[in-house]
């Protein structure tokens, strides 16, 4: 059985539509995105569109931004049942999402302008944002397959720090201590292939996407400037199945590229 992956951060949703359109017309059977960001009193426009579509949809909250009524998440979706998920939570004193407050933040929002004016700080005032590691239980017509997925926090000139490798360790542990399923991992990492973080979680996952160059939009910021070249920030790990390719491809609805993978489960039941 062959199964299309697609890893994309969706740039604060700001084009849910196109994203469930694209989903549906690039045949994706699963998807793993990053940056669902929507008013917490509101309703998450994907929901809605996926239930139409009939894809099955599960989230899990990194934080709930109050100056602005924002909720921060991930998610995952499937055309197969999603029969169980589990969130695990990283830099949270309750282990819940985090109510950042305005007070707590250094530099103006965390979620539309976090470039501050000293150079190299970047990754400081990030640090308060608490994240969640998705992962979900999928029944496929070929058995069962774990995905996971997260979204570490930006640095600049997206160098590795510390936190980035407490979230890798806590993922080398999730899959060391779980039962031997087919997983895919797919996220937005904002590290280089080339890293401690990567390294630790491709033990474990020992599939991995690691000769990409540039998962970056043309559009994005990044390559105005520090760049222009690209940079591989989004990466998909997977374990016990035939990895087939993975391809990028540019859009016009986000700034990463979306990467679509192909699988291959290696023993069809």
């Known amino acids: 059985m062959n199964i299309r992956h697609l890893q994309l951060n969706t740039s604060v949703l700001n084009n849910p539509k196109a994203i469930s359109n694209y989903i549906e017309s690039n045949n994706i ?5 990053q940056e669902i960001v929507y008013p917490t009193d509101g309703q998450n426009p994907l929901i809605n569109f996926f239930k139409k ?4 949809y599960i ?8 100056p602005k009524n924002q909720t921060v998440a991930a998610a995952i979706v499937s055309r197969w049942p999603i029969i169980d998920f589990s969130t695990w939570y990283y830099n949270s004193p309750d282990f819940h999402p985090k109510n950042i407050k305005e007070e707590d933040q250094l530099y103006k929002s965390l979620i539309d302008d976090n470039y501050p004016g000293y150079p190299g700080s970047r990754g400081l005032i990030n640090v308060i944002k608490s994240r969640c590691v998705l992962s979900a239980t999928i029944q496929t017509p070929s058995g069962l397959l774990r995905v996971l997925t997260t979204h570490y926090t930006v ?8 936190q980035m490798y407490d979230i ?4 080398h542990s999730i899959v060391t201590n779980s039962h031997p399923l087919p997983t895919i991992f797919s996220a937005d990492l904002n590290i280089r292939p080339q890293s401690y973080s990567v390294s630790l979680i491709s033990q474990v996952l020992n599939c991995h996407t690691k000769d990409l160059k540039d998962t970056l939009s043309d559009s994005h910021r990044a390559k105005q400037k520090d760049f222009p070249q690209g940079l591989a920030v989004d990466h998909v790990f997977s374990k016990n199945l035939k990895h087939v390719n993975t391809k990028c491809h540019q859009i016009d609805f986000s700034e990463h590229q979306a990467l679509i993978s192909e699988f291959d489960f290696p023993n069809e039941k």
Do not use: K, M, P, R
């Not at 890798?168 to 993922?171: A, E, F, G, H, N």
């Open 53 to 56: 579509t009939n894809y099955h």
């Open 29 to 33: 059977d699963i998807a793993c995105l």
């Open 59 to 66: 989230q899990g909250v990194h934080f709930y931004y109050l």
């Open 168 to 171: 890798s360790q806590l993922i």
């Open 155 to 162: 640095t600049d000139l997206c160098t590795e720090s510390t």
